[in-house]
């Protein structure tokens, strides 16, 4: 099997206590049947009696395949210092653990914020955007100037490894095959420096429409005021992620759809087209090969694309938690890491979001380009 990552990948660390977030707060939390035993049997047979002592408040914490959250959302093994009391009481001479005590960890929480696909023979593996440290390297990795695949943006690097290939039907692997063949045209427009991001994503769109059978429709009559309220406020139409998201949308509803660019306020921070150009690659390169299970590849670019845009546009307001003095990379950290937490890791919301791109026309195609058309570019 051949695995496929973006360059940076190797680099990751979770940066535990240095990290300003914490992953384990928010969400919940699922147990894995695998380590549910795990946790059974070390409650029972645990090295000595603080082991067992600790496996069973394990269970105890247990409710319907996962951990029972404490006020706040929070994991009851989260420490005051951000550590995670499972790794600091059974990672030190655990004598049924490696040597980081990751081991008792669930799949979940070994795993996370990676994430995995797999396309027959190829494993694709990378770091979800939620993740501070993760979109630090994306946005500060460097340039590869020939990379074998990717950009020399977002360069991609290939290895072996020694698990069984997912069976493929016949002749899907050929539709795989051009699926990644579409993706490696994307990052090649994406790449393009010699002109400005926002002509980029136009041809990139216009590609995607013109390999796909989408019809285009008529232009709605709709007002231009009343498209890009639609655009801010379809974000507000499933779960909330959180406080800091309703802060956060609650000043993109205040600002409304900005008429001059942000640059042109003295105090903003300005998120840059190398910027945009990476994020866009990534989460193309995160999604748009899922095309090949559903045959959509056209709102998979249509939502990276429109990521950017509420990035670019409300950078300030998805980033206003920042503490004060933040430098400009931290700004676009914690704004790009919002919106993440907020989209990509609520299946509502992307259902909302996937739902809307194919069938309303405030989405369509046309009002993408309109929208690109009018945003100013930055380097
Ligand atoms: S956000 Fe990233 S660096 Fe921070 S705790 Fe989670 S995985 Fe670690």
């Known amino acids: 099997m051949i695995l496929r990552t973006p360059l940076f990948y190797p680099q990751f660390h979770c940066i535990a206590d240095k990290c ?46 996962h951990f029972k959250l404490l006020p706040g959302d929070r994991c009851p093994f989260l420490k005051e210092n951000g550590l995670c009391d499972m790794i600091c009481h059974l990672g030190v001479n655990g004598t049924d653990l490696d040597e980081s ?18 396309y027959g023979d190829i494993m694709e593996k990378g770091l979800g955007l ?48 051009a699926i990644f ?20 994503l136009l041809e990139v769109l216009d590609f995607a429409v013109a390999v796909s059978d989408y019809e285009e429709p ?17 974000l507000g139409e499933g779960e909330s992620f959180g406080p800091a998201w309703d802060a956060a949308y609650e000043r993109m509803i205040r600002k409304g759809w900005p008429t001059t660019c942000h640059c042109e306020h003295s105090e903003a921070f300005a998120f840059s087209d190398d910027d945009g150009a990476r ?17 959509d590849g056209l709102t998979k670019v249509q939502f990276a694309i ?23 990379l931290t700004r676009k950290i914690n704004a790009v890491k919002l919106l993440s937490k907020q989209t990509e890791y609520s299946e509502e919301i992307m259902e909302i979001l996937a739902d809307n791109f194919f069938q309303n026309e405030v989405f369509c195609p046309g009002q993408f380009r309109n929208i690109i058309s009018r945003m100013s570019s930055s380097t």
């Open 181 to 200: 063949q579409e993706r490696e045209t994307i990052f090649g427009i994406l790449n393009n420096k010699s002109i400005p991001l926002n002509q980029r």
């Open 130 to 177: 939620c993740c501070e440290e993760a979109v630090r390297l994306l946005l500060t990795s460097p340039c590869h100037p020939r990379p074998d695949r990717g950009s020399s943006l977002l360069p991609l690097i290939e290895s072996e490894i020694d698990e069984a290939p997912d069976e493929m039907p016949e002749g899907v692997e050929e539709a795989r095959d």
């Open 279 to 295: 994020i866009v690659a990534y989460l193309i390169f995160r999604y748009y090969a899922k095309s090949l299970f559903d045959g």
């Open 101 to 118: 005590g990751e081991s008792i960890l669930s799949n979940i929480c070994r795993e996370h914020p990676r994430f995995v696909e797999v």
């Open 20 to 65: 300003t977030d914490t992953c384990c707060v928010g969400w919940e939390i699922d147990i894995d049947e695998a380590t549910l035993a795990k946790y059974r049997q070390y409650s029972k047979t645990g090295a000595d009696q603080a082991r067992k002592a600790f496996g069973k408040k394990l269970l105890e914490n247990i409710e319907d395949g």
């Open 306 to 328: 429109y990521f950017w845009i509420m990035l670019k546009q409300f950078g300030e307001e998805l980033s206003a938690d920042s503490p004060a003095g933040a430098s400009d």
């Open 218 to 234: 008529e232009e709605p009559s709709l007002s231009e005021q009343a498209i890009h309220q639609t655009w801010i406020e379809i």
